[in-house]
């Protein structure tokens, strides 16, 4: 059974620095995705990794996949208020059915 | 294109009460998916439908949820009878299965349902 795992669950950070995010899954997967969901929202799409190695950018968020270590990294550079949110990643099964099991997701605060 | 619709967007019932919550996939997408978040389960995955048919109901937590997907452009998630410990946000996405679409769910903008 495919497992996803996200830490840290909650993360307080100033304005200004860095940090990343982890998800590590358990099985196999060709596909992960980001998403971003702000306070009483729904969720919004930020990033698809579809290969090994692969690296998305968006403003200060850099998405990365690492299929050898089933790891997804999301750092945060430079954080500014605008990017508290809570952050889930999601992995594709492959077993055929298609699937999403999402991570149990960061809650970010940056404070001013 | 309109996003994936949702209605109602908030329920407030009593327990025993029916529930039915709807769904309008993005046109063209041929995946639907439902989901229930709450604080202490995080976002699950209840059931999902390609080409109209149930694919995978592994999720439904009991025999009191059911949902249906008439056809292409609609939806629904019915809880009978309801009871309080369902009280949590749903939320509908959909997908289109097309070469360049990356698989990428859209999520429509969720119900919160409070069951008293």
């Known amino acids: 059974e495919l497992k996803v795992e996200q830490n840290p669950l909650f993360l307080s950070m100033q304005e200004g620095k860095n940090y990343t995010i982890y998800c590590n899954y358990s099985?196999?997967?060709?596909?992960l995705y980001w998403y971003r969901q702000d306070p009483g929202k729904s969720l919004e799409s930020l990033f698809v990794?579809?290969?090994?190695?692969a690296v998305k950018q968006e403003g200060r968020l850099m998405a990365s996949l690492d299929t050898k270590a089933r790891l997804s990294t999301l750092h945060i550079t430079a954080a500014v208020h605008d990017l508290s949110a809570t952050y889930f990643c999601?992995?594709?099964?492959?077993?055929?059915?298609?699937?999403?099991?999402f991570g149990t997701g960061t809650r970010l605060k940056v404070l001013a | 294109d309109a996003g994936v619709i949702q209605s109602p967007r908030h329920e407030v019932t009593e327990m025993g009460q029916e529930v039915t919550l709807r769904c309008k996939p993005i046109?063209?997408?041929?995946?639907l998916f439902w989901y229930r978040q709450t604080m202490m389960r995080g976002l699950e995955l209840l059931i999902y439908?390609?080409?109209?048919?149930?694919?995978?109901d592994s999720g439904m937590p009991e025999d009191r949820f059911s949902a249906k997907m008439p056809n292409a452009s609609f939806s629904t998630l019915k809880i009978q009878p309801s009871e309080p410990r369902d009280s949590a946000v749903y939320f509908c996405?959909?997908?289109?299965?097309?070469?360049?679409?990356?698989?990428?769910?859209?999520f429509g903008p969720g119900t919160r349902l409070t069951v008293l």
């Open positions: 996405a959909s997908r289109n299965r097309g070469t360049y679409s990356y698989n990428e769910q859209f």
């Open positions: 099985t196999t997967s060709d596909r």
């Open positions: 990794l579809l290969s090994n190695g």
């Open positions: 999601a992995v594709g099964t492959t077993s055929g059915t298609y699937k999403y099991i």
């Open positions: 046109s063209g997408h041929d995946y």
């Open positions: 439908f390609n080409n109209n048919v149930p694919i995978d």
